[in-house]
T-cell receptor
Framework: KAGVTQTPRYLIKTRGQQVTLSCSPI?????VSWYQQTPGQGLQFLFE???????NKGNFPGRFSGRQFSNSRSEMNVSTLELGDSALYLC?????????????FGPGTRLTVT | AQTVTQSQPEMSVQEAETVTLSCTYD???????LFWYKQPPSRQMILVIR??????QNATENRFSVNFQKAAKSFSLKISDSQLGDAAMYFC???????????????FGTGTRLQVTL
């Protein structure tokens, strides 16, 4: 079974621009979570989507948004990029059921904002 | 809110030896899950082992085992017969067992970088 895939793997953007990252979960998984990893703040939860609905959201400004499609693929968008948004963005998928929600991570998208 | 603390930023172990990574957490919940994830230089987060809080028996996965002390809120990872491929960042993580929304969130510690030497 194919793992979680994220595209693109690397991205360089300029301050003020916007960016969209994509995540394709493991086949059959209906839940997708996003995390931001930086040297200063570590791993922080952004949000989770299940069946096209945002189920949980972390403490990030409104510039960070996401969505999930009917095939469970998810995108996250960051508008008006700031230097501090430079990070590794990790996506994780899980079945989404109550008892089997072990999360499997993708390889991440490395975003650099200049 | 839950917090996870890893007090060892770096650890070193010789090949074939045993090393223990520490993790403590703070929560008011009685039911939850604890995890150890490994992040090698490739940055891919890999699940190493999981522990359900309601289970008293410590989880074991091949060379990896945990020492789960619920009352002390401690969750350490023991790696036996260390191999060069074990070199990575190791993250301890907490997940609530309650609800459907908030329960999905993983709260991570700051990580421990493990070096394996010959």
């Amino acid at each position: 079974k194919a793992g979680v895939t994220q595209t693109p793997r690397y991205l360089i953007k300029t301050r003020g621009q916007q960016v969209t990252l994509s995540c394709s979960p493991i086949s059959g998984h209906r839940s997708v979570s996003w995390y931001q990893q930086t040297p200063g703040q570590g791993l922080q939860f952004l949000f989770e989507y299940f069946s096209e609905t945002q189920r949980n959201k972390g403490n990030f400004p409104g510039r960070f948004s996401g969505r999930q499609f009917s095939n469970s693929r998810s995108e996250m968008n960051v508008s008006t990029l700031e230097l501090g948004d430079s990070a590794l963005y990790l996506c994780a998928s899980s079945l989404g059921t109550e008892t089997t929600r072990e999360q499997y991570f993708g390889p991440g998208t490395r975003l650099t904002v200049t | 809110a839950q917090t996870v603390t890893q007090s060892q930023p770096e650890m070193s172990v010789q090949e074939a030896e045993t090393v223990t990574l520490s993790c403590t957490y703070d929560t008011s919940e009685s039911d939850y899950y604890l995890f150890w994830y490994k992040q090698p230089p490739s940055r891919q987060m890999i699940l190493v082992i999981r522990q359900e809080a309601y289970k008293q028996q410590n989880a074991t996965e091949n060379r990896f085992s945990v020492n789960f002390q619920k009352a002390a809120k401690s969750f350490s990872l023991k790696i036996s017969d260390s191999q060069l491929g074990d070199a990575a960042m190791y993250f301890c993580a907490y997940r609530s067992a309650y609800g459907t929304g908030t329960a999905s969130k993983l709260t991570f510690g700051t990580g421990t970088r493990l070096q394996v030497t010959l």
